[in-house]
């Protein structure tokens, strides 16, 4: 069975990082794309970035540059590092299987950002 | 602002038809792909390439494309069918971003 757990969301102050984890069971990180996507209280969905089985990645322009995607191969491990973090990063963070389409999400961290 | 549009909120009489569509130019070369959402849930994948359905989600939900719109339909409305509904599919200005659209409220009357 595919599951995909998050962790690691919070209440950070302005400026200050995170990082996000989603371990995932039934299948393999590494030979696989992933993704995550956000969604801000009240808001729709926002894809924020995505690592290809072979190591590239991708950010939305909102993220880019202070945000991180990686995975640990050895832990079947997704990760997101959030630096420099922003009121307007406030929002619960999905992790995604990326077939082209997300076939598989988990429940969600969710992230505060607030002094 | 998104490059996939939605209309915000769609209503639909119990037992009937509906059509949600998602206008964007990266349509014309890349399939959309539909996520249903209900309230405090993840979203779930409904419709992906050309008509597809994931295993367990039923029949009356079917997908289908044309230039620049992708629609939703959903054939015999039911209540449990009310939810947000999103497209997906890749930007228009090159084939590694993904954009979602901005989200349709579906409302089972």
């Known amino acids: 069975e595919v599951q995909l757990v998050e962790s690691g969301g919070g209440l950070i102050q302005p400026g200050g990082s995170l990082r996000l984890s989603c371990a995932a069971s039934?299948?393999?990180?590494?030979?696989?794309?992933m993704s995550w996507v956000r969604q801000a209280p009240g808001k729709g969905l926002e894809w924020v970035s995505v690592i290809y089985s072979g190591g590239r990645t991708y950010y939305a322009d909102s993220v880019k540059g202070r945000f991180t995607i990686s995975r640990d191969n050895s832990k079947n491990t997704l990760y997101l590092q959030m630096n420099s973090l922003r009121a307007e990063d406030t929002a619960v963070y999905y992790c995604?299987?990326?077939?082209?389409?997300?076939?598989?999400w988990g429940q969600g961290t969710l992230v505060t950002v607030s002094s | 602002s998104s490059e996939l549009t939605q209309d915000p909120a769609v209503s639909v009489a119990l037992g009937q038809t509906v059509r949600i569509t998602c206008q964007g130019d990266s349509l014309r070369t890349y399939y959309a792909s539909w996520y249903q959402q209900k309230p405090g849930q993840a979203p779930v994948l409904v419709i992906y390439?050309?008509?597809n359905r994931p295993s367990g989600i039923p029949d009356r939900f079917s997908g289908s494309s044309s230039g620049n719109t992708a629609s939703l339909t959903i054939t015999g409305a039911q209540a449990e069918d009310e939810a947000d509904y999103y497209c997906?599919?890749?930007?228009?200005?090159?084939?590694?971003?993904?954009?979602f659209g901005g989200g349709t409220k579906l409302t089972v009357l």
């Open positions: 997906n599919s890749r930007d228009s200005t090159g084939n590694h971003l993904r954009v």
């Open positions: 039934g299948f393999t990180v590494s030979d696989n794309y």
């Open positions: 390439g050309k008509n």
């Open positions: 995604a299987r990326d077939v082209t389409y997300f076939d598989y």
